[in-house]
């Protein structure tokens, strides 16, 4: 189907300089795309041609008078055909993905540019079927917009692009998860500058590659563009904590805190009897606290329990953790959909677990990883505050008679970041 723009402007050359170039003049030229420009100056009747005058109620500006726009989508109806028309405005809803995707079943499109301080509002009110904004910032006038518009529908097309699935891939596509940004990408050479290529994409394992991309992705629009993932939050599911209790230099805190996110049960890497012993008689009576020789007899014990894959979060001190750092809960949810598709058994998370961060989307269904960086040795979290370093906030210090914990603040943000 071959799609027709019709763009009503004062600078017709503005437009028509651009769409004879690149791909969408390629369109053009192979009837796939028409792109026809009106000037509104030709529907005046005064020898001046004057198509602007001074708004009423006074004010800085000029603004286009309704006569000429109306006269001009009125022949152009009557000439081609009727059209969708389209105001471009800041004062308008903004131009997405989606409504690109909308646009592109429409066979003719009308795109209104306005100049000066823009159209008399009496044609947004009577005369078109909806406005578009590209952005929230104001140009000096609509054309730049409409061949915005224009090219994001325009490359919808059938044909225009050369490789069609270029389109299911890009940001703002609607996958299986939903819209996200695109994942990055490489060309030769490998290595440039001492810069290196992923190593998974020059395996040439498609389905590694493909799984690599879309988490990438994701990592991606929940640094840049977080707005676009649904607003979702974590699954009722029971929390555990999973650590190595020689970290832990406020165990009462640490307690207290676990206690405090409703985590289900503490469980200790390699505690001695002794140790577990103490750990269960500061806990709080809600809490259980249990020991293990290793996070697989955890595992084991959790999925004999619940009959399903716990989620495995490690929090790890950047310096020895290697994947990306993902943030909220809504972030660990999109992961976990995107390996196990299911909802978690159970979610344990490890706090400075031995043996380093799990690499995310290896080791099993039940594995992925996020790392929130503890603090520089020797400093405590921000003054809640003052947002000053360095100054221990007072729900920190539990004993003013020693330093305050440094691994506690931090375990108490990252939950906080995670099951919100």
């Known amino acids: 189907m071959s799609r027709t723009f019709e763009v009503f402007t004062l600078f017709p050359q503005a437009v028509d300089a651009f769409v004879g170039a690149g791909l969408l003049g390629k369109a053009v030229e192979k009837g796939l795309v028409s792109v026809h420009c009106t000037n509104y100056r030709d529907f005046t009747s005064d020898r001046h041609r004057t198509v602007d005058d001074t708004p009423f ?21 009557a000439e081609r055909g009727p059209f969708h028309r389209v105001l471009l405005t800041p004062s308008a809803p903004r131009f997405d993905q989606r409504a690109a995707v909308r646009l592109a079943g429409k066979p003719r499109i009308g795109l209104l540019c306005g100049r000066y301080e823009g159209i008399d509002d009496r044609v947004r009110e009577h005369f078109v079927d909806e406005c578009f904004s590209i952005g929230d910032y104001v140009l000096g006038g609509g054309e730049v917009a409409a061949l915005v518009v224009i090219e994001a529908v325009s490359r919808l097309a059938e044909g225009v692009l050369g490789n069609p699935e270029s389109v299911q891939e890009e940001s703002f596509s609607h996958g299986a998860l939903g819209p996200m940004l695109e994942h990055p990408q490489y060309t030769r050479p490998p290595v440039f500058r001492e810069h290196v290529v992923p190593g998974i994409l020059l395996r ?15 990592e991606r629009t929940h640094a840049v563009r977080a707005d676009l993932r649904p607003a979702v939050r974590m699954p009722t599911t029971p929390v555990h904590l999973c650590i190595d209790p020689a970290t832990i230099d406020d165990l009462s805190a640490f307690l ?31 809490l259980e606290v249990h020991a293990f020789r290793s996070r697989r007899d955890l595992l084991r014990l959790l999925r004999r329990r619940s009959g399903g894959d716990p989620w495995w979060v490690d929090l790890q001190a950047a310096s020895t953790a290697q994947p990306a750092a993902f943030g909220r809960g809504a972030a660990l949810w999109d992961y976990f959909r995107l390996r196990a598709g299911a909802d978690p058994a159970a979610l344990v998370i490890a706090v400075h677990a031995p043996g380093g961060a799990c690499e995310l989307l290896q080791g099993g269904a039940h594995a992925v990883a996020l790392i929130a960086p503890f603090p520089p040795s020797g400093d405590h979290a921000p003054n809640e505050k003052t947002g000053e370093e360095g100054l221990a906030s007072p729900a920190v210090i539990a004993d003013a008679s020693r330093p305050p914990s440094r691994l506690c603040p931090w375990v108490d943000r990252a939950l906080t970041e995670l099951l919100t």
């Not at 109620?57 to 109806?77: D, N, Q, R, S």
């Not at 505690?271 to 269960?280: C, D, G, R, Y």
């Open 57 to 77: 109620g006074g004010g800085a500006g000029m603004v286009i008078k309704p006569e000429p726009v109306v006269a001009a989508m009125e022949h152009v109806a």
């Open 256 to 286: 207290g805190l676990a206690s405090r996110h409703g985590v289900a049960a503490v469980h200790l890497l390699n505690a001695k009897p002794p140790v577990l012993e103490s750990w269960k008689r500061i806990a709080p009576g809600s």
């Open 204 to 218: 040439g394992h498609h389905g590694e590659v493909e799984q690599w991309r879309l988490a990438k992705a994701l």
